[in-house]
């Protein structure tokens, strides 16, 4: 059993940057693929972004790419989504989830690869 506590979130306002962090109790976090989905009021969840064990290796969705940038730091234990330039549709709880099931980047967005989810961080952009 692995838990996921999500931490970071918060106001912020259009334009502005902020970093959301997650921190896995496992000791071997190095071999997680690891993700981040959000979930905004009224909406399904939706993918975000996604990082390979090893950290060489990322994935984002379209509407994030360019602004927002997933890592991860294995001697830590924690996978980080930084959010530049935010917009108030990115207003959501934020989630992350982390898997040791065999995947390749193009499988990072399926819910269904990710064993293990956080409870979520709320981030709200104001406009």
């Known amino acids: 059993q692995v838990q996921l506590v999500e931490s970071g979130g918060g106001l912020v306002q259009a334009g502005d940057s902020l970093r959301i962090s997650c921190t896995a109790s496992?000791?071997?976090?190095?071999?997680?693929?690891m993700g981040w989905f959000r979930q905004a009021p009224g909406k399904e969840r939706e993918f975000v972004a996604g990082i390979s064990s090893s950290g060489g290796t990322t994935y984002h969705a379209a509407s994030v790419k360019g602004r927002f940038t997933i890592s991860r730091d294995n001697a830590k234990n924690a996978v980080y989504l930084q959010m530049n330039k935010m917009k108030p549709e990115d207003t959501a709880v934020y989630y992350c989830a982390s898997t040791q099931r065999y995947s390749i980047p193009g499988d990072y967005d399926r819910q269904s690869l990710y064993d293990y989810w956080g409870q979520g961080t709320q981030v709200t952009v104001s406009s």
């Open positions: 496992t000791r071997t976090f190095s071999r997680y693929t």
